[in-house]
């Protein structure tokens, strides 16, 4: 039943060594959309993709990026992680086309950065 | 420009008693509201949307919300608490039409004792 999944549901990483981390749905939707929320706070947007063009927010640092090969599946990847990159990663999906459209969220990764 | 306010970081409740969650918005055109819900470790699930039509709203589980243009409100309520409601609750805006980003609020914690 599970519509936007993501793997790992967990992940711990080193200091600087390089993680991803993986959202596919089964839904079918033009829009992926990257959420980091850090304990106690908002989602804060990351990125998303409309089909395949990206769209980057502005206070986006670079050592995020992230990738679409096909409609099904983004990737997350994080360059050199810091200690501050620890946070939960949210994925989520829209279509577009429909008044008041909403997001549907994964169950997000929970990374930890040691 | 939009943007969201969750008047209370944190509300407690005894269970069986009625649930109030503040939310005001700010939106240079006409909104399209949400509210979220997120248990701890999990996702964000929607509870319920507001876009033109009714402005009483009945979402999932009990809740339901009221869009008051006249003072930019969209609070969230239940008339009998459940301890299964404790959870983060999130307040979030978007344009009414087509596909935007949305705008989330800060959350507000709901405690539930017995």
């Known amino acids: 039943d599970a519509m936007v999944i993501q793997n790992p549901r967990y992940q711990v990483t080193q200091f600087g060594k390089p993680v991803t981390l993986s959202c596919s749905q089964t839904l079918n939707h033009n829009v992926m959309y990257w959420y980091q929320q850090k304990s106690s706070q908002a989602p804060k947007l990351l990125f998303h993709?409309?089909?395949?063009?990206?769209?980057n927010e502005a206070d986006t640092p670079d050592n995020f990026q992230s990738r679409r090969p096909n409609t099904s599946f983004c990737f997350l990847d994080i360059r050199s992680p810091g200690l501050g990159d620890a946070a939960m990663y949210l994925c989520?999906?829209?279509?577009?086309?429909?008044?008041?459209?909403?997001?549907?969220f994964g169950s997000g990764t929970q990374l930890s950065v040691l | 420009a939009q943007s969201v306010t969750q008047l209370d970081s944190h509300v407690s409740v005894s269970e069986g008693t009625p649930v109030l969650l503040r939310c005001n918005y700010s939106?240079?055109?006409?909104?399209?509201l949400f509210w979220y819900v997120q248990h701890p470790n999990k996702g964000l699930q929607l509870l319920l949307k507001?876009?033109?039509?009714?402005?009483l709203v009945k979402g999932i589980n009990g809740f339901e919300a009221e869009f008051k243009k006249s003072e930019t409100s969209f609070h969230l309520t239940k008339p009998s608490a459940h301890m299964s409601d404790a959870a983060e609750y999130f307040c979030v805006v978007s344009p009414q039409a087509g596909y935007s980003t949305l705008t989330f609020g800060k959350g507000t914690m709901l405690l539930v004792s017995p």
């Open positions: 993709y409309y089909d395949k063009d990206f769209n």
């Open positions: 939106s240079s055109y006409s909104p399209s």
């Open positions: 507001y876009t033109s039509a009714a402005t």
């Open positions: 989520a999906t829209s279509k577009p086309g429909t008044v008041g459209e909403k997001l549907f």
